[in-house]
């Protein structure tokens, strides 16, 4: 059976990552989008189906997606809101009124105009799209009643879903291989197509020509998200909690069991918790909580669960707890490919990555989850509808840390182990005292266009600069007594701050000695204590390292004397 999944139009479903939402009480609007790193971000060329589009017409993009057993077929919407189509046209899924593959893309004149808000593909393939004012299209593949239009009749071109959805507004859906999924602007569900795992939630296994609203324990509950895998479906409601209901062979379903659902049942294993986001596989789901914590289950055939091994799950277990916040996940059921990003920007994937098996999270060098299916995902498609109308916008604090170290706008340089950086003049007068102080009146009649820097190393003065642009610091612990001598030197209080809890995150037993004697050297008293205890606490391992040794006599007497007073020595 050919596979397909369910893509949306939101560049990320995620919680905001500044701020935790608070417990569960917001309203039925999805999850908002991150808004971060757009410029990095988008890449539709990483398709090679849009390598034969040239600049112009790729730059009129604002939303795409990519679909198909081959990941063979393409719809985009450009920046006039047109709506266009080109690849192989299987079971008409071009939606252009023949079945004619094309190599150059069409305007579906019927769809301009149009906001697209949602949009999701089946195996067929079938297509569902919704739009901004809440109406439901429909067309592709239609053996199973798909389409929602009572009959099994291929749909050529692209067809208002009526019947019972003909006073609903429809804002998210969502596409199982032959079934449909929609969400109306009030928490309803509604479901139709093929049903002989009981997928539609109708208590039967008949198939559903026309939209049905999905009720039993969803009756009286505001649905928020909904996401399919090839014969499931899964919904996420106001409160947080998850219902399952479809196949479940293999426990995608995360009830515990393996047994098929005809109606909605509750998943007791996520209790407790807040779901924001969940993401289905070809038969196997995710789901990410409001404090940033992700759970797996179901099929682990690939690894795709990211639990180290290949065993399926039946419920819910926690992977990636000892990693950062993640703020998205990503899967398709296309595909046996997961991904998910963390706080602070980094990417990983795992599952059936090009042929391979990866069993744990793997980090990528990614900037979003979209390219973990770009490169690796076999077919490679979607996750979901790809959003580029923010592409060309970048925040202040984007912009500056884009400029750092470009010759191309720069108008200093410093020499530092006879390397050049690249920096404005303006960003280190407003950031910093020490270059305010340097850049007077006097320093424009020298005109200087270079400063030679020797009492730092160059990994901590570019460090340095890229603070003033970032905020933000990364270096190893050993360089971070460098930068903090530095932050001692021109009174950057803050810089230090962040030398030091540095510092602190990567002591070990090998160098909590030679920490120490860096934090009395530049009188940084919160690190100095740090340090003592930590050497206190392991004291044997560390007076048998080479920097403890090392070390010059005053300060080994100062610390041997306070160590005796704390009780080091005692038997």
Not at 256 to 265: D, E
Not at 288 to 308: H, I, K, M, P, S
Request: aromatic share 8%; proline share 3%; with cysteine.
């Amino acid at each position: 059976m050919e596979r397909s999944c369910s893509v949306k139009s939101r560049d990320s479903i995620t919680h905001q990552d500044h701020a935790p939402a608070p417990p569960c009480s917001r309203g039925h609007t999805p999850p908002t989008s991150q808004r971060r790193s757009r410029r990095t971000m988008v890449d539709v060329t990483k398709w090679p189906l849009f390598s034969l589009m040239e600049g112009e017409e790729l730059s009129s993009i604002r939303q795409a997606c990519v679909f198909g057993t081959s990941a063979n077929e393409v719809i985009y919407i450009t920046h006039n809101d047109d709506v266009f189509v080109f690849g192989l046209n299987c079971s008409n899924c071009l939606g252009t009124g023949d079945s004619q593959s094309t190599i150059l893309p069409k305007k579906l004149d019927f769809l301009s105009g149009r906001k697209v808000v949602s949009l999701s593909y089946g195996s067929g393939p079938h297509i569902l799209l919704a739009t901004e004012e809440g109406e439901l299209f429909a067309w592709g593949h239609n053996g199973y009643s798909q389409l929602g239009n009572g009959t099994t009749n291929q749909g050529v071109a692209p067809v208002l879903v009526s019947a019972s959805l003909l006073n609903k507004r429809v804002t998210e859906v969502a596409c199982g291989s032959h079934h449909s999924l929609a969400l109306t602007n009030t928490g309803e569900v509604y479901a139709w197509g093929y049903n002989n795992c009981g997928q539609v939630g109708s208590g039967s296994t008949a198939n559903q020509p026309t939209p049905r609203r999905v009720s039993n324990c969803l009756q009286n509950k505001v649905v928020v998200s909904i996401t399919c895998g090839q014969t499931s479906s899964l919904a996420v409601v106001e409160n947080g909690e998850v219902y399952g209901w479809g196949y479940n062979g293999n426990g995608q379903l995360g009830l515990g069991n393996n047994g098929n659902q005809l109606t909605p049942c509750r998943l007791v294993g996520l209790q407790g918790l807040c779901v924001l986001q969940i993401v289905s596989g070809y038969a196997h789901s995710l789901a990410l909580t409001d404090e940033g914590l992700l759970y797996a289950w179901g099929t682990n055939t690939y690894g795709q669960l990211g639990t180290g091994n290949k065993s399926n799950q039946l419920s819910p277990v926690q992977i990636m707890a000892e990693k950062e916040r993640i703020v998205e996940i990503a899967a398709c059921h296309s595909t046996h490919t997961s991904a998910a990003k963390t706080q602070s920007g980094q990417v990983y994937m795992w599952g059936q990555c090009r042929g391979q098996s990866i069993v744990l999270p793997f980090l990528t060098h990614f900037s979003c989850t979209d390219d973990v299916f770009a490169c690796f995902a076999t077919p490679s498609v979607m996750w979901r509808l790809l959003s580029m109308e923010h592409d060309d916008f970048l925040t202040v604090s984007q912009s500056l840390k884009k400029e750092f170290d470009s010759p191309e706008t720069a108008d200093l340089k410093f020499s530092v182990d006879g390397k050049y950086i690249h920096v404005h003049k303006a960003v280190l007068k407003i950031r910093c005292e020490h270059f305010r102080s340097m850049f007077q009146s006097h320093w424009n009649e020298d005109m200087k266009e270079v400063i030679e820097i020797d009492q730092f190393t160059y990994p901590v003065y570019r460090s340095f600069l890229e603070f003033l642009y970032t905020d933000n610091i990364d270096l190893p612990p050993e360089d971070a007594i460098g930068l903090l001598d530095l932050a001692t030197s021109y009174c950057e209080n803050r810089l230090k701050r962040l030398c030091q809890h540095i510092i602190k995150r990567g002591i070990t037993i090998e160098n909590a000695f030679s920490l120490l004697a860096a934090a009395v050297r530049y009188d940084a008293e919160d690190l100095e204590e740090f340090c003592f205890k930590f050497c206190v606490n392991h004291l044997t391992e560390v007076t048998q390292t080479a920097a403890f040794w090392q070390i010059e006599g005053n300060l080994l007497k100062e610390f041997i004397c306070r160590a005796s007073r704390c009780g080091a020595f005692k038997n």
